[in-house]
Nanobody, 117 residues
Framework: QVQLVESGGGLVQAGGSLRLSCAFS????????MGWYRQAPGKQRELVAA???????NYADSVKGRFTISRDNAKNTVYLQMNSLKPEDTAVYYC???????????WGQGTQVTVSS
């Protein structure tokens, strides 16, 4: 069973930076597409950034140029570097692992990011 454990959330002032980490275990990390999603109070969960097993990436328009997703297959970890944070980035951030062929989709428990103005 795949387990995802996020860390790195917290409280930061607008303009600051945070780096989220998601540790993957229970299967072969390199086979999975990895993503970060977020959910703000009263809003739907939305994709922030994703990295495919083939290393391509995509980002939500709202975070392009500010956030960077990366993966370290040797450490079974995916990261989200968040720079120039804005109050509207405040949300619970969730790590996601998806494998198309196996039709498996897994979620972490979430980590809170709060950006003060």
């Amino acid at each position: 069973q795949v387990q995802l454990v996020e860390s790195g959330g917290g409280l930061v002032q607008a303009g600051g930076s945070l780096r989220l980490s998601c540790a993957f275990s229970g299967s072969i990390f390199s086979f999975f597409d990895m993503g970060w999603y977020r959910q703000a109070p009263g809003k739907q969960r939305e994709l922030v950034a994703a990295t495919r097993s083939g290393r391509s990436t995509n980002y939500a328009d709202s975070v392009k140029g500010r956030f960077t997703i990366s993966r370290d297959n040797a450490k079974n970890t995916v990261y989200l570097q968040m720079n120039s944070l804005k109050p509207e980035d405040t949300a619970v951030y969730y790590c996601n692992a998806y494998q198309l062929v196996l039709r498996r989709n897994y979620w972490g428990q979430g980590t809170q990011v709060t950006v003060s103005s």
